[in-house]
Every structure is written in structure tokens, then in C-alpha cells.
């Protein structure tokens, strides 16, 4: 195998791949990147038997072939290098790189030995924009469950797709977050789990500003994103998730609606006394057109508030003050609506008008409460 190419591009190309490479399992085979050219072009991936990344390069390929190269190494060497262009060669087994003066000979590994990646056939096919994709992520993710204490299916981020319409759904036993859009789909209802950490590469890959599509393949047990010239191949979680729609709250005894930063500067303003979120909750005062804040610890003692427009009954709720502060961040509106039910259920928050978005956060039991 010989083949020359620009050195940024295979840096970017290798850094990205690295993020499926196995860091847990000391394989030396999916410790390495599986480098493989052809007619024109260079192909990188990286498997770790869960999650792999595959992208292609256009590169001047002098002579076809292929081989796993240890991924930290190459990566490393990538880094180092100056000039725009480098030659890569193999021997067997031997690698020579090549970058104006410097030169490189390390060992790669047998590209048979390498294992197959996961294949999405028969399933169903769906694309979707780039940018609203990335915002209905940004919008639950915060809410998936970060290890598998909970419920392992709970460190998956839900996908519900029906007739022209995708909800994602995220929660992790605290919180619920539920993202609802039209989209142009026609087929089958189909309902995944992909895990929390595929999805963080994906919105790493992902254009914040491009109205590209997206092309999301679903199978049985896998899935594929393609996002511009990358593959993205996950497996999906598998168990009972939560009925979501059965979990919201059925009565509503107060009413809220606030300036959607002045909620959140206002509940900011009481960190810096804070020890310890579970430890020292923030106390929430709902009345009389107040949001009212405030909490005590070793620290010291805050109270700060901010004007909101209030209906119904009075109500004095404690909150874990990262999960309610999550969830303010992630509404996209400039106000909000917070439906409450008294002091010991949990808090919707969702946008003025329509339930684009939906936020649940379950409150903490305050002291005063007995």
C-alpha cells in the first residue's frame, strides 16, 4: 500500500475516527485505526465492537491495499508534523511515514485480522436537517442518564417516530425531557434507543449551520448515521423505557410564566453558597407575581428574586439546583411556562405556546416539610 495526501485533512480525519477507537479493552487490533485505499481514495475506521466511525478521504493512491495502524501513535505522529503532504507506505506489516524531513517506521497489524462492521439491511430510512436534528439533541440530551446506576436503557436518548412527526425523549429517573417536530416521513411508526455516547459524537460531527440532511439508517440492533463523509455505526439499546406520557402530571394547581434568563440569572446568583447540590437545595417561592429564590448552607444564606406573572395557588418547592438550572438552559424561548402541583410533584416547563419542548424535574423534599 502507498498512497500521498494532505497531512491536515488525515489529522482531522484520524482525530475524529480515534473517538470509536477502544480505550477499554486492550485489544491491540481495535486499538488501531483500519486504514484501507483504493481507486482515489483512503478509508479510516474505528470499532470498538459498540460504536465506529468511518470516513473516506480523496487521496493519490500510488498502490492499493490496507492495514491497522495503532490509533494514539498515528495520531500522535499526525500531530507533530509541519509539512502539507505526506506519504504513507507499507511493507507487510511495516508502515513507513513520510513529512518533508521527518520519517517514521513503525508496525502495523495484519488488516484481516480487523473485525466487520455492523450492516443496516432491510431497516428503515430516514433524513433529517442537520441543524433541527443538532437543536432537538442540544434540547434532551442534558437529560439521559450518565451510567447505568438507574437503568441501563436509561443512558440511551428515545426516538419516537410517527406520521410526519420525531419526538426524542431523555430522562434518567430526575428528569424527563421531551423535543417534539414535524417532519416529511411517510413510513412505518418506528421507535429506537441510541446511546448517549454515539450521539455526542454525532452532534461533534454535525454543522450547527448547515441545512444539509442528515441520513439516519434504523435496523434491528444497529443504526447508521451518514453525516457529509462520515459513517457513524452504533449499536441500540434494548429494555423497557419509561411511558413517558403516562409520567406527566394530570392536575395543575399553579400556573407560572417568567423571562426565561431572569429565571435562570436568578437561581445563578445563589451558587456561590452552594456546598453540595443534594445537600443544600434551592428553595422556590411561586407567589404573588415573584419567583422567589433562596438557600442556606455552611456557606452562608441567599435570597434574591425575579418578577413572573402567577396563577393559581401559592407553592414552595425545593429543587436539585443543576437539574432545574439544565433544563432552563435548554428552552430556546425567551419566556417560559411552569405548570406546578404543589410542593412534592414534579414541575413542568415548557414554551409559552404549543409543547414543542417539554422539561419535568422532579423536586427535593424540603426540611420544613416533615
Known amino acids: 500500500m502507498k498512497f500521498v495526501c494532505n497531512t491536515k485533512e488525515l489529522n482531522t480525519a484520524c482525530n475524529n475516527v480515534i473517538r470509536a477507537v477502544s480505550s477499554k479493552v486492550t485489544i491491540p487490533t481495535i486499538e488501531g485505526i483500519l486504514i484501507e485505499c483504493g481507486s482515489g481514495t483512503l478509508s479510516l475506521t474505528g470499532y470498538d465492537f459498540e460504536f465506529g466511525i468511518n470516513t473516506i478521504l480523496n487521496v493519490d493512491v ?19 508534523l509541519d509539512n502539507d503532504e505526506i506519504i504513507i507506505e507499507t511493507n507487510g506489516t511495516s508502515v513507513s511515514i513520510v513529512s518533508g524531513a521527518a520519517q517514521y517506521n513503525i508496525t502495523g497489524i495484519d488488516a484481516e485480522d480487523y473485525p466487520e462492521l455492523p450492516s443496516v439491511n432491510g431497516g428503515q ?8 436534528l443538532h437543536s432537538m439533541i442540544v434540547q434532551t440530551l442534558f437529560a439521559v442518564a450518565d451510567n447505568e446506576s438507574s437503568k441501563p436503557v436509561y443512558t440511551g436518548l428515545k426516538f419516537d417516530i410517527t406520521s410526519n412527526e420525531i419526538t426524542l425523549v431523555g430522562v434518567d429517573g430526575f428528569r424527563l425531557a421531551i423535543r ?182 422532579l423536586p427535593v423534599r424540603l426540611k420544613n416539610e416533615g
Open 125 to 132: 430510512v430516514l433524513e433529517l436537517n442537520q441543524k433541527l
Open 180 to 361: 417534539k417536530e414535524q417532519v416529511n416521513y411517510n413510513g412505518d411508526d418506528i421507535t429506537f434507543i441510541v446511546p448517549k455516547k454515539t450521539i455526542r459524537e454525532v452532534l461533534k460531527l454535525m454543522d450547527t449551520e448547515s441545512e444539509d440532511n442528515i441520513k439516519i439508517s434504523i435496523g434491528r440492533r444497529h443504526i447508521i448515521f451518514e453525516i457529509d463523509n462520515y459513517l457513524i455505526i452504533s449499536r441500540l439499546l434494548d429494555g423497557e423505557f419509561l411511558d413517558y406520557r403516562t409520567a406527566l402530571p394530570k392536575t395543575i394547581s399553579t400556573t407560572v410564566l417568567i423571562n426565561t434568563n431572569d429565571a435562570i440569572n436568578c437561581i445563578d446568583r445563589t451558587l456561590p453558597v452552594i456546598e453540595n447540590n443534594q445537600k443544600n437545595p434551592i428553595r422556590c417561592l411561586f407567589d404573588n407575581d415573584q419567583f422567589r429564590v433562596s438557600t442556606v448552607s455552611a456557606l452562608g444564606r441567599v435570597v434574591d428574586y425575579t418578577h413572573a406573572n402567577t396563577q393559581g395557588d401559592r407553592v414552595e418547592i425545593g429543587f436539585n439546583t443543576k437539574y432545574i438550572m439544565e433544563a432552563l438552559n435548554a428552552a430556546d424561548t425567551d419566556e417560559v411556562r411552569i405548570e406546578l402541583a404543589g410542593p412534592v410533584n414534579p414541575v413542568k416547563i415548557m414554551p409559552i405556546e404549543g409543547e414543542s419542548f417539554l422539561f419535568l424535574v
Open 62 to 80: 500510488i498502490e492499493p491495499g490496507k492495514i491497522i495502524i495503532n490509533a494514539k501513535i498515528l495520531c500522535d505522529i499526525l500531530r507533530k
